[in-house]
Nanobody
Framework: QVQLVESGGGLVQAGGSLRLSCAAS????????MGWFRQTPGKEREFVAS????????YYADSVKGRFTISRDNAKNTVYLEMNSLKPEDTAVYYC???????????????????WGQGTQVTVSS
């Protein structure tokens, strides 16, 4: 079983930055591919970014491309989401997700991930 704990959320003004962290335990971190999703009330959880087990491949939603950066530190069992030029529409609960690196699935879909964190709130004020 994999446990994921997000941190780093908070309140920031539009144009500001935040860095989210997700600490993983319960399984060798380098055996996991990781992703970030977000969700607002009344809406479906949506894909934000993903990174493969080595960090060599990343993928972003169009809405965050060029502003957000996903990275990982396998020595620290942690994945990060650096968020710059934040907009009010980025306000959401952000969730970290993990899946076995050998699992086949489209990385932008919820079904591709087996493990989820509890989420961290990000609020961007205008």
């Amino acid at each position: 079983q994999v446990q994921l704990v997000e941190s780093g959320g908070g309140l920031v003004q539009a144009g500001g930055s935040l860095r989210l962290s997700c600490a993983a335990s319960g399984r060798t971190f380098s055996s996991l591919s990781m992703g970030w999703f977000r969700q607002t009330p009344g809406k479906e959880r949506e894909f934000v970014a993903s990174i493969n087990w080595s960090g060599s491949n990343t993928y972003y939603a169009d809405s965050v491309k060029g502003r957000f950066t996903i990275s990982r530190d396998n020595a620290k069992n942690t994945v990060y989401l650096e968020m710059n030029s934040l907009k009010p529409e980025d306000t959401a609960v952000y969730y970290c997700a993990a899946r076995a690196r050998e699992k086949i699935g489209i990385v932008t879909t919820i079904a591709a991930y087996d493990y989820w964190g509890q989420g961290t709130q990000v609020t961007v004020s205008s």
